[in-house]
Antibody, heavy 124, light 111 residues
Framework: EVQLVESGGGLVQPGRSLRLSCTAS????????MSWVRQAPGKGLEWVGF??????????EYAASVKGRFTISRDDSKSIAYLQMNSLKTEDTAVYYC???????????????WGQGTLVTVSS | QSVLTQPPSASGTPGQRVTISCSGS????????VYWYQQLPGTAPKLLIY???QRPSGVPDRFSGSKSGTSASLAISGLRSEDEADYYC????????????FGGGTKLTVL
């Protein structure tokens, strides 16, 4: 059974950093691109970014709203994807979902599995 | 303001057919696949439609997707109470500041 479990959320002050983890199980993690999507309280979904599998260079793409502040990485030996968030702003407050990109889909928006999400609150 | 435009709400009675629209532009819907996600209250989103009109296994054939030009639609036939949820469209955007873009979401109420 495919499972994605996010952790690392919590309350953080503006300007500080936080790292989220997404621990995967039930599939060969290294074969898949992984993505992060967030949802501010009471709002819609917002794509954050993704990381390709090592077979496709392990490169990353980010939304304009987080580019230069957030970094996605992966440790295939541990089946974990990370979201490093720096220079956090109050508008980054959201539930952050880890998603798996469907294998061979041809699009990095084809999220076939989602984690339960972890809440990040940026406030002084 | 979302790049993809959806009506904020939709409603129908059990058994009815409802459609939810998603309007974009040539840089997103006009040139890329459209995806639809269903978010039941208090849960993570779930993939409902991929590549404009394909259903993942396990998604009932009551759900169907279509795309024409720079717009897309999600149709739900034989509406059921458990279909009450938020629905989001998504597409890749090829513009300079592009990337993945979602619609603002449509809250479907089953009356």
């Amino acid at each position: 059974e495919v499972q994605l479990v996010e952790s690392g959320g919590g309350l953080v002050q503006p300007g500080r950093s936080l790292r989220l983890s997404c621990t995967a199980s039930g599939f060969t993690f290294g074969d898949y691109a992984m993505s992060w999507v967030r949802q501010a309280p009471g709002k819609g979904l917002e794509w954050v970014g993704f990381i390709r599998s090592k077979a496709y260079g392990g490169t990353t793409e980010y939304a304009a709203s987080v580019k230069g502040r957030f970094t996605i990485s992966r440790d295939d030996s541990k089946s974990i994807a990370y979201l490093q968030m720096n220079s956090l702003k109050t508008e980054d407050t959201a539930v952050y979902y880890c998603t798996r990109v469907s294998y061979g889909s041809g699009s990095y928006l084809d999220f076939d599995y989602w984690g339960q999400g972890t809440l990040v609150t940026v406030s002084s | 303001q979302s790049v993809l435009t959806q009506p904020p709400s939709a409603s129908g009675t059990p058994g009815q057919r409802v459609t939810i629209s998603c309007s974009g532009s040539s840089s997103n819907i006009g040139s890329n696949y459209v995806y639809w996600y269903q978010q039941l209250p208090g849960t993570a989103p779930k993939l409902l439609i991929y590549r404009n009109n394909q259903r993942p296994s396990g998604v009932p054939d009551r759900f169907s997707g279509s795309k024409s030009g720079t717009s897309a639609s999600l149709a739900i036939s034989g509406l059921r109470s458990e279909d009450e949820a938020d629905y989001y469209c998504a597409a890749w955007d090829d513009s300079l500041s592009g990337g993945g873009v979602f619609g603002g979401g449509t809250k479907l109420t089953v009356l």
